[in-house]
């Protein structure tokens, strides 16, 4: 057995093709797992700059439709730039990331083969703001939900996360009761006795359930960190129980084909072997269709 500590499996995209059933079980057990060199090399530095002009647009406070959010700055008192929605539609090297096929694999593992790909956000620490992220789930499994396969984040690093800056997660938290969580998420502080440190380079990766507790505090004389987060969920659990409907379904089903061809095309992808998104049953997909957009906006397609 052994403490967390020594039971941390060391995941390495340059050396193997998808998470294995040992590392899976981990992800299942403690509500997170970490990969690195997810992204590198070329594609590394394309998506740094793209993101860049995204921070870059929403720090000067140009907002169109509402995707960029702001909080206020601890230090400065002034409305701070945190976290822009439909990354995807925003740039092409990031439906590219989308087609990422370890990161898809290794969703197809965790949640079958009709997976979906729900958000695509990118959240920011603004430098030397001090923003803590307190304690909390992302949100809840579905009421009435008793399929065991996990709902998750994939956070991509964009800029280095240090000791003093990392998130840290409480391993297992996933699997509390609602209460138990509400809990320890009263913490006033930022309190991290029973929890562990993130640290991350960029290209890394952290997979999170959306109901393990995490947070991040406040890294006095922090610098710029990006972080882009793309959920999934299998498809049965959303055809059930939502929250999103069925036409919403099949729409990003067939934008995440999209991706797949653009990252086929790709000089940077060209070494790998492609992703195949082969959903069956009420989700296999007759002919693929060329996306009208990118930016399917949920509250449009939230169920009654
Ligand atoms: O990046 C972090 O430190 C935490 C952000 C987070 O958990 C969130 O925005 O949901
Ligand atoms: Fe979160």
């Known amino acids: 057995m052994g403490t967390i500590h020594e039971n941390i499996p060391f995941v390495d995209a340059a050396t193997q093709d998808c998470i294995t059933d040992e590392q899976a079980q981990f992800f299942l057990d403690n509500g997170f797992l970490v990969i690195r060199n997810v992204v590198v090399g070329e594609e590394l530095a394309l998506v740094q700059s793209e ?8 720090a000067a406070g140009v907002d ?5 959010m702001y909080g206020i700055g601890v230090k400065s008192g002034q409305q701070v730039f945190k976290r822009v929605e439909y990354v995807i539609e925003k740039s092409d090297p990031m439906k590219v990331l989308l087609g990422h096929p370890f990161v898809l694999r290794s969703v197809e593992k965790l949640q079958g083969r009709n997976f979906i790909a729900t958000w695509d956000s990118m959240v920011l620490k603004a430098p030397n703001e001090g923003i803590v992220v307190p304690w909390h789930r992302d949100s809840a499994v579905p009421d009435g939900c008793t399929d065991p396969r996990p709902i998750f984040n994939v956070d991509f690093y964009l800029d280095e996360a240090d000791m003093q800056t990392c998130l840290w997660v409480i391993p297992g938290s996933n699997k509390w009761s609602k209460e138990e969580a509400e809990k320890r998420c009263k913490d006033p502080g930022f309190s991290t006795d029973d929890a562990i440190p993130v640290p991350m380079q960029p290209g890394d990766v952290i997979f999170h359930n959306i109901e393990v507790l995490h947070g991040s505090p406040s890294g006095d004389g922090n610098p710029l960190r990006r972080t882009v987060y793309y959920e999934f969920r299998p498809g049965e659990i959303e055809a059930e129980f939502g929250p999103h409907t069925l036409e919403y379904l099949a729409l990003k089903q067939h934008v995440l084909l999209d991706c797949i061809e653009r990252r086929k095309r790709a000089p940077y992808a060209q070494g790998e072997t492609p ?3 082969s959903p069956a049953g009420a989700f296999a997909i007759s002919s693929p269709k060329q996306p009208e957009k990118y930016r399917y906006a949920h509250e449009e397609y939230w169920r009654r």
């Open 51 to 58: 993101m860049q002009a995204l921070y870059e647009k929403g």
């Open 275 to 277: 992703f195949a998104y």
């Open 64 to 68: 169109d439709n509402h995707d960029y």
